[in-house]
């Protein structure tokens, strides 16, 4: 039972284009969500987060939208450059547990020069 | 220093060995997480470390033995591995108790290939 969800398996953009990544969730207990980039070989590295009492972080190029009533989070990056080609996972975490982090399976993205 | 640090980077091992994987930081996080990636994979959560007394077991076998000597070390303990339990293991860390930023961080992981 996947409780964050990815349904974008890749995604290719245009340097200088947007990317949007999107991420469900189904557990209505999740009240904090990271995203993570990850290249081949290394640990997830940590980009952006955003609480549940937002809906909307913004860090440089890196936007996360969060829609709470349809448990539904994206990831928009402006504007895309070739360096942000890599894996991104959502993720999801419930502050009252042990921070558990539950993983989306990941969107590849691939920007193209 | 903001930093996971892991070691080793690549390990092989015999199903007969007995070997650790390491992981350090001086972050003051008390919360020290392992997590299991295969490939094409989410991470999987395996143990969590709160305060240096572990706090969740996600029903791992055996044959993995966590240990937290102190609030900065975490270690993996493997011994009479499978095959299937070839992976990247990540360990990683995180602030406790609620708040906008956990700075939960990850280390690069140990390649393990069990032969």
Same mark, same amino acid.
């Given at each position: 039972?996947?409780?964050?969800?990815?349904?974008?398996?890749?995604?290719?953009?245009?340097?200088?284009?947007?990317?949007?990544?999107?991420?469900?969730?189904?557990?209505?207990?999740?009240?904090?969500?990271?995203?993570?980039?990850?290249?081949?070989?290394?640990?997830?590295?940590?980009?952006?987060?955003?609480?549940?009492?937002?809906?909307?972080?913004?860090?440089g190029r890196f936007t996360v939208f969060l829609n709470k009533s349809a448990k539904h989070l994206?990831?928009?990056?402006?504007?895309?450059?070739?360096?942000?080609?890599?894996?991104?996972?959502?993720?999801?975490?419930?502050?009252?547990?042990?921070?558990?982090?539950?993983?989306?399976?990941?969107?590849?993205?691939?920007?193209?020069? | 220093?903001?930093?996971?640090? *892991?070691?080793?980077? &690549?390990?092989? #091992?015999?199903?007969?060995?007995? @070997?650790?994987? %390491?992981?350090? *930081?001086?972050?003051? &996080?008390?919360? #020290?997480?392992?997590?299991?990636? @295969?490939?094409? %994979?989410?991470?999987?959560?395996?143990?969590?470390?709160?305060?240096?007394?572990?706090?969740?077991?996600?029903?791992?076998?055996?044959?993995?033995?966590?240990?937290?000597?102190?609030?900065?070390?975490?270690?993996?303990?493997?011994?009479?591995?499978?095959?299937?339990?070839?992976?990247?293991?990540?360990?990683?860390?995180?602030?406790?108790g609620a708040g906008l930023n956990y700075g939960y961080t990850f280390g690069s992981g140990t390649?393990?290939?069990?032969?």
């Open positions: 039972d996947q409780q964050v969800k990815q349904n974008s398996p890749s995604l290719s953009v245009q340097e200088g284009r947007i990317s949007i990544l999107n991420c469900d969730y189904t557990n209505s207990m999740f009240d904090y969500f990271l995203w993570y980039k990850k290249y081949p070989a290394e640990g997830p590295t940590f980009l952006i987060s955003i609480s549940s009492i937002k809906d909307k972080n913004e860090d994206s990831l928009h990056i402006v504007p895309s450059q070739p360096g942000d080609s890599a894996v991104y996972f959502c993720a999801a975490l419930s502050s009252g547990g042990y921070q558990k982090v539950t993983f989306g399976i990941g969107t590849k993205l691939q920007v193209i020069p | 220093d903001t930093e996971v640090t *892991q070691t080793p980077k &690549h390990l092989v #091992m015999g199903m007969t060995n007995k @070997k650790s994987l %390491k992981c350090e *930081q001086h972050m003051g &996080h008390r919360a #020290m997480y392992w997590y299991k990636q @295969k490939a094409k %994979k989410p991470p999987e959560l395996m143990f969590v470390y709160s305060y240096e007394k572990l706090s969740i077991n996600e029903s791992v076998p055996s044959r993995f033995s966590p240990e937290c000597p102190n609030s900065s070390l975490l270690n993996l303990h493997l011994h009479a591995l499978q095959p299937e339990d070839s992976a990247l293991y990540l360990c990683a860390s995180s602030q406790r390649r393990l290939t069990v032969v």
